[in-house]
């Protein structure tokens, strides 16, 4: 039964009670109605924090079945009841809030691309998108999702990729830029070609990171629970002195009907909700509410290089044209000879020309080049032995070009580092995280130096994979909670070791992602400064409902031990109090900036 219907019954025996009370003048089957609906539930949470009691847990709802039993004891029957609604209508509640915090995740799986227009020779056919294969070639029509994740080979348009990256302006897709599965196509139709099945694509990992989020229980949801223990003691405190002073039972039952742990109950996992939904709005989803959690709290963060604080992608450095050959037509006659090769090298290339010579008779030879016609002269571009030179004594990645059988020179590449790296490291310098690593397998001279520029306060190089597990294991308890990014299949065991994984998941691997609490979807490394950022101010939103729960509790407990608040009004109060709590959990949806706009606007 859902707490929807659960919460409509209490109402529907309520008015049966009521009915045979005012109506029929049957106080007594009132009382009957509602002692048996309220034992009944007492019983269940009884069973259920006997559970809780049972796993090493101590909860709040030890509150709320006194709270029913003491009001029937005293013959409270009506304040019974209203702790009844109070109950059932706050888990609606929570129902509500929760659904109205997480649409935005939501609206991935309701968008979920069924179909594909797959071309076939001449023709054009509907086809379910499970059954797309690497290389079929699609049509996007206007407004269309991409079904895939591929590559544009005919026409150009605008793809709105706000669901996965959080970029709000619509990106410009020409030939041969990539395509993210359920980016939306804007006014235009185009051709491309699928690089990825369906299931392996962006759209598809995403859906499936967000079902694992709404799957997995947050261990934090209860943050009241931490506070159980004095909270319950301060409310039988209070009741018991109330009664001692008084000598009226009824006054113990009355500081119980306030103490109802109801609003404390729902301020955590709202405002875990509402932060994960934000979150997802800047491309950035979290799995779990523990992750928020220890992410909030984080105190040092390990970064793999190839791909997280460096790009990833091997970019043209350098140009050395022998005598007769200039930088620009060395640069192009090689891209040229290039354009068809499926060579990482190769695409470094063709993306630093902007206008490619006609080719034919590519050929490639794995290992060592590729031979090819470019614009009438016979090129050979590929390593030093391919084109028979002397190999550079360089750091960097080189390749060598032959013109019509002459020596014409050297192209340079390296992997450079990320523009937005060192922001993100002062951001969360400035965040108080100054434990910052840097773990990459990568030599320690060219580690060091991209450390130094970054910012990062500590290197380890040439670390295979379990030497970034032993690093991790080894940061002392003082120094944690540690978090891991990175992109790569070998950054995987890494990422599940560390107290909170992040994964640069635009380009990374998907075992690398499926491996991670937090998925980055969007190529910028900013994103981890903000995960943390929003984790902090979701966990700040949470802990400040809880504690405006428990405060205004406390009151309306002293208050009520003086006998001015009746139990039947003290439990409507309960309503008043679940409304505060659940909309200062709300205000983790929304950032410090959002607040203080919104603030501006209403004065």
Aim: charged share 20%; aromatic share 4%.
């Amino acid at each position: 039964m859902t707490h929807f219907k659960k919460f409509a019954m209490t109402l529907l025996i309520g008015a049966v009670a009521l009915i045979s009370e005012f109506m029929f003048d049957r106080p007594r089957l009132a009382f009957m109605i509602i002692a048996i609906t309220g034992g009944t539930l007492a019983f269940l949470m009884f069973v259920e924090m006997i559970k809780t009691l049972r796993s090493g847990k101590y909860g709040v709802d030890i509150l709320a079945i006194t709270a029913i039993v003491a009001t029937l004891l005293v013959n409270e029957y009506w304040a019974s009841l209203m702790i009844l609604i109070m109950l059932t209508g706050g888990e609606s509640l929570e129902d509500y809030a929760q659904k109205k915090a997480g649409q935005e995740l939501q609206s991935l799986l309701d968008n979920t691309p069924r179909t594909a227009h797959k071309l076939q020779g001449d023709q054009q056919l509907d086809v379910a998108v499970d059954t797309l294969e690497i290389g079929d070639h699609l049509v996007i029509k206007p407004g269309e999702i991409v079904p895939a994740d591929g590559r544009v080979i005919m026409g150009e348009s605008t793809f709105d990729e706000a669901s996965l990256t959080g970029e709000a302006k619509p990106m410009s897709k020409k030939v041969g830029d990539e395509l993210m599965s359920g980016s939306v196509n804007g006014d235009s139709s185009v051709k491309m070609v699928v690089e990825k099945r369906a299931e392996d694509s962006q759209y598809q990992l995403i859906i499936k990171l967000v079902e694992e989020s709404k799957e997995k229980p947050a261990r934090f949801v209860r943050l009241a629970d931490r506070y159980a223990v004095p909270f319950t003691l301060i409310a039988y405190v209070i009741g018991g002195i109330a009664w001692w002073v008084s000598g009226d039972p009824v006054r113990f039952a009355q500081v119980l009907v306030v103490a109802s742990p109801c609003p404390l109950i729902l301020a955590a996992p709202v405002a875990l909700v509402a932060g994960m939904s934000r979150s997802s709005k800047s491309g950035i989803v979290v799995k779990t509410g523990t992750a928020v959690e220890k992410l909030a709290e984080t105190k040092t963060i390990a970064f793999d290089k190839t791909g997280t604080i460096t790009k990833g992608i091997l970019e043209v450095t350098g140009v050395a044209p022998v005598d007769g050959f200039s930088e620009v037509e060395l640069l192009r006659v090689a891209a040229s000879a290039e354009q068809g090769s499926a060579h990482i090298l190769a695409r470094s290339l063709v993306q630093a020309v902007p206008q490619l010579l006609p080719v034919t008779d590519l050929k490639e030879i794995s290992g060592q080049g590729i031979t090819a016609t470019v614009d009438g002269m016979q090129v050979k571009v590929g390593n030093a032995r391919f084109i028979d030179v002397p190999e550079a004594k360089t750091d960097t990645t080189a390749i060598y070009v032959a013109i019509d059988g002459k020596y014409a020179g050297t192209i340079y590449f390296s992997d450079t580092i990320r523009p937005e790296a060192s922001k993100t490291i002062a951001n969360l310098k400035a965040q108080g995280i100054t434990d910052l690593l840097m773990v990459t397998g990568d030599g320690r001279t060219v580690a060091e130096a991209i450390a130094e520029e970054v910012g990062l306060t500590e290197v380890h190089a040439r670390c295979l994979p379990q030497d970034k597990l032993t690093i991790l294991t080894s940061i002392p308890k003082e120094k944690r909670p540690v978090t891991m990014v990175g992109d790569g299949v070998n950054d995987a065991p890494a990422l599940t070791v560390a107290d909170v994984g992040i994964a640069m998941g635009a380009h990374g691997s998907t075992a690398a992602s499926e491996s991670a609490d937090v998925v980055i979807l969007k190529d910028d490394l900013e994103r981890v400064a903000e995960a943390v950022m929003i984790s902090r101010e979701t966990m700040k939103a949470a802990k400040q409902s809880v504690l405006i729960g428990i405060f205004v509790c406390v009151f309306l407990m002293i208050v009520a031990s003086t006998g001015v608040i009746p139990a039947l009004f003290g439990a409507m109060l309960q309503e008043v109090v679940d409304t505060v709590s659940i909309l200062s959990a709300l205000r983790a949806k929304k950032s410090a900036k959002q607040k203080q706009h919104s603030m501006i606007i209403q004065n």
